[in-house]
């Protein structure tokens, strides 16, 4: 099972971004996924999550309001658009598959089974 992230690239301050989450799996609406982000120099840190039932997402504070996490399983992709983006938001960001039905759990990475490459986002000051 491979992922597939994209979207990412260069951006001012105040800008927006989509990215994209593409796998197969996901057409069977029995995974939840889940983005994360890693800074340079930093740990790997949770952003945001959609439960595999495609009620409300889960965002960690420092997103929330300017994230949106949503998924179209028609198309088997997983979007995180990302608006009034932030220095502080530069980072590579990777998606996961996770088969957990709690949701709290997906704010865990060992939650998630299967990773996909992350896509690199820099906003500029």
């Known amino acids: 099972v491979q992922l597939q992230a994209s979207g990412g690239g260069l951006v001012q301050a105040g800008g927006s971004l989509k990215l994209s989450c593409a796998a197969s799996?996901?057409?069977?609406?029995?995974?939840?996924v889940g983005w994360f982000r890693q800074a340079p120099g930093k740990d790997y840190e949770f952003v945001a999550a959609?439960?595999?039932?495609?009620?409300?997402?889960l965002y960690e504070n420092s997103v929330k309001g300017r994230f949106t996490i949503s998924r179209d399983n028609t198309e088997n992709v997983v979007y995180l658009q990302m608006n009034n983006l932030k220095p502080e938001d530069t980072a590579v960001y990777s998606c996961?598959?996770?088969?957990?039905?709690?949701?709290?759990?997906?704010?865990?990475?060992?939650?998630?089974?299967?990773w996909g490459a992350g896509t690199q986002v820099t906003v500029s000051s």
């Open positions: 996961a598959a996770s088969s957990t039905i709690i949701l709290s759990s997906l704010r865990t990475r060992s939650m998630y089974t299967y």
């Open positions: 799996i996901f057409a069977t609406s029995r995974y939840a």
């Open positions: 959609i439960p595999r039932n495609n009620h409300n997402g």
